[in-house]
């Protein structure tokens, strides 16, 4: 049963809005320098804690990073001298050792699609590491925001980390801003742990970028295709 302030908000809610804000997510990868002040942060992040968790067990942290802490950040990974290509995935692994259909080409065609709005082409192995390293740098969105778990947590934890990340981008979609998850930090945590002060105990998951969408670049006109619903429902009657 619902208390009466919150039956309230739901009638007044609009399912078009929340679908909008669910639909134009995407993994935005150029944003622009205006800031975004502590206080919407604030809001996006308590929000998104109401994200479901078994037994209510929140599993989730997040450090959030602006101005020069960013920097710091950025510098320490892009100064490490170890290649994406040469990264360990000492924590956890994030894709499989053999990629295999249907992933392997829903991959390489999401991969081809952002190469060609970039125009690079799949032998400019150089610009295709330049692009990539712009992950480390949140591709100059203003908040940078690391999010880690206990180690000594199980699966289940983690499905309930991916519903806090969600819910804190759609969240931030409901306030005209953009993200970009981003596993791509997640290896090189020795060179994150001290900036931020991570225990130990702590595996890093993930970063995101949070920041107002630079429309002037096109590696923004990306839209990824999903796949229709008959490839992966079953309506069981």
């Known amino acids: 049963m619902l208390a ?19 639909t134009s997510r995407r993994s935005v990868r150029a944003f622009l320098p ?57 924590e956890y692994k994030y894709y499989p050792d053999k990629f ?3 992933y392997l080409s829903r991959r390489r065609a999401v991969g081809y699609a952002l190469y060609s709005l970039l ?7 150089e610009k295709m590491r330049a692009q990539h390293d712009r992950n480390f740098v949140f591709f100059d ?16 934890s983690w499905v309930d980390h991916g519903m ?8 931030a979609r409901a306030r005209g801003l953009h ?27 993930c970063g995101m970028a949070l920041g107002h969408e630079d429309t002037s670049k096109p590696e923004n006109r990306l839209r990824s295709e999903r796949a229709p619903l008959e490839e992966f429902v079953s309506f069981v009657r």
């Open 4 to 22: 009466p302030d919150e039956k309230k908000r739901v009638d007044l809610g609009d399912a078009a809005a929340v679908d909008g804000a669910i």
């Open 34 to 90: 205006d800031p975004v002040d502590e206080e919407t942060i604030r809001d996006i992040l308590s929000v998104a804690s109401r994200a479901p968790s078994g037994t209510n067990m929140q599993p989730w942290k997040v450090y959030v990073t602006t101005g020069e802490a960013k920097a710091r950040l950025a510098e320490a990974i892009l100064s490490s001298g170890i290649r994406a290509e040469k990264v360990e995935w000492d």
């Open 100 to 102: 295999f259909e249907p």
């Open 119 to 125: 125009g690079i082409g799949r032998r400019e192995v």
């Open 141 to 156: 969105a203003p908040v940078g925001m690391i999010f880690t778990i206990d180690r000594r947590l199980n699966k289940g």
């Open 164 to 171: 806090f990340l969600q819910s804190i981008m759609i969240a």
């Open 179 to 205: 993200t970009c998850p981003q596993a791509a930090f997640a290896p090189y945590h020795r060179f994150i742990r001290p900036i931020l002060d991570i225990p130990e105990e702590e595996i890093v998951v």
